[in-house]
């Protein structure tokens, strides 16, 4: 993927959704701490702050995506199977989560109950962003084919 072919509308797109990603950021973690500072918790301190940006960062990806700001034209005489690099990068990481999963046996045999569900909600939040930014892309890549 190379992002340095990228004309100037679509960098200067770029740079105004990151801005706003950035603004929406700043406020959403203000308005955290302020709501925490009236007694209101949400989630447990590491894990609000990283659902906040996860959100940040999946708008700030949807929005370049849909802008056709992520990357540049590609060359027409480039010859890729995708097909074979996706298989490949799912393969290697089946093999890592195997691996760590076999290296930690001990402890995935006695659960741990903290009473606290912020992996839960991180687990449904990530999966739900995922699906958005699969629509996301696939939409823009039929509205490229039909554009040609």
Do not use: H
């Amino acid at each position: 993927m190379s992002r340095t072919n990228l004309d100037e509308m679509q960098v200067q797109k770029r740079n105004m959704v990151g801005n706003q990603a950035f603004m929406l950021l700043f406020y959403l973690l203000l308005i955290d701490i302020g709501l925490s500072g009236f007694g209101f918790r949400w989630l447990q301190y590491p894990m609000n702050v990283f659902v906040i940006m996860l959100g940040c960062m999946t708008y700030y990806l949807t929005r370049i995506i849909w802008n056709n700001s992520y990357v540049g034209p590609r060359p027409k005489n480039r010859n890729e199977n995708i097909g074979r690099r996706i298989a490949l990068g799912i393969g290697g990481a089946a093999f890592v989560a195997g691996t760590v999963a076999y290296l930690n046996m001990d402890s995935l045999k006695k659960p741990i109950s903290t009473g606290d569900n912020s992996a839960m909600i991180l687990f449904v939040f990530s999966i739900v962003l995922f699906i958005v930014l699969g629509i996301v892309s696939l939409l823009t890549k039929w509205q490229a084919r039909n554009d040609e």
